[in-house]
């Protein structure tokens, strides 16, 4: 992992079909799409807006709550600093426009 890290953006596509654990390459395109969305093709923007959009909705379950528990998080806690609380309220709601779950 450390020589992935040091690794340029632009080396890590192609990297997938190297590894021999068959968990690596997902890690890899998650990495890739996290950190270096510039580096990801159509089909790949398509895949992880998909991806995005399941985690957030709670249609795909995974670690961390998706945008529904997050906005119940945020109200359960009083003793939060008023603008830290309201960073993380817009950020929820740039994340859920950005990935089209502004009804939510």
Same mark, same amino acid.
Request: with cysteine; aromatic share 10%; hydrophobic share 40%.
């Given at each position: 992992?450390? $020589?992935l890290?040091?690794? =340029?953006p632009?080396?890590?596509v192609?990297?997938?079909?190297?590894?021999?654990?068959p968990? +690596? =390459? @997902? %890690?890899?395109?998650?990495?890739?799409?996290?950190?270096f /969305?510039d580096?990801l093709?159509a089909? @790949?923007?398509?895949r992880?807006?998909?991806?995005?959009?399941?985690?957030l909705?709670?249609?795909s379950?995974? =670690?961390? =709550?998706?945008?529904?528990?997050?906005?119940?998080?945020? $109200?359960? +806690?009083p003793?939060?600093? /008023?603008?830290?609380?309201?960073?993380?309220?817009?950020?929820?709601?740039? %994340?859920?426009?950005?990935f089209g779950?502004?009804?939510?």
């Amino acid at each position: 992992m450390q $020589k992935l890290h040091r690794l =340029p953006p632009v080396q890590l596509v192609g990297l997938a079909d190297q590894f021999q654990d068959p968990r +690596l =390459p @997902e %890690l890899l395109f998650r990495y890739r799409a996290r950190n270096f /969305p510039d580096t990801l093709n159509a089909e @790949e923007q398509q895949r992880w807006t998909r991806f995005c959009q399941q985690r957030l909705s709670g249609a795909s379950r995974g =670690p961390g =709550p998706n945008y529904r528990d997050f906005q119940d998080l945020l $109200k359960a +806690l009083p003793k939060m600093a /008023p603008a830290l609380k309201l960073e993380l309220q817009d950020y929820a709601a740039t %994340l859920a426009q950005r990935f089209g779950l502004s009804g939510l």
